[in-house]
């Protein structure tokens, strides 16, 4: 280890164990610096802390409102689809009738209203 066949003498040996161990030296010094750099940014934030939320109360007549609102939806409600094309065309027919009836029973009232055959009336007179 220290003989002169293999090429090192005990002096270059030893002085490459005091450079090394400088060098680690220097790189813990900066090891502990960054580590106490990083204790102080994050450990030493705030100190206040906020008093703990206390949950709102909740009002009786606000909650048996919303769940009055809301209860048609728990309700089961079968599928609205139809058996057969069939049904679909005839129900198609049934709700055509009936809006034809309510538009020709307004255009009916429409031109028989009295008051604008009164008003119509008294226009020609004049």
């Known amino acids: ?13 030893g002085a490459l164990l005091v450079s090394a161990s400088r060098e680690m030296a220097r790189s813990q010094g900066f090891l502990s610096l960054l580590l106490l750099a990083a204790v102080m940014l994050f450990g030493l ?8 939320r206390t949950a709102p109360e909740i009002d009786a007549r606000v909650a048996a409102a919303v769940a009055a609102g ?20 005839q129900s198609w027919l049934v709700g055509g009738s009936v809006l034809t009836i309510i538009f020709a029973a307004a255009l009916v009232a429409a031109t028989a209203n009295p008051l604008t055959k009164r008003r119509q009336e008294a226009s020609t007179m004049k």
């Open 70 to 89: 809301l209860s048609p939806l728990a309700l089961e409600q079968p599928a609205g689809a139809y058996d057969s094309v069939v049904a679909m065309l």
């Open 45 to 52: 934030g705030p100190v206040f802390t906020s008093p703990p």
């Open 1 to 13: 280890f220290g003989s002169r066949a293999s090429g090192y003498c005990c002096g270059h040996f």
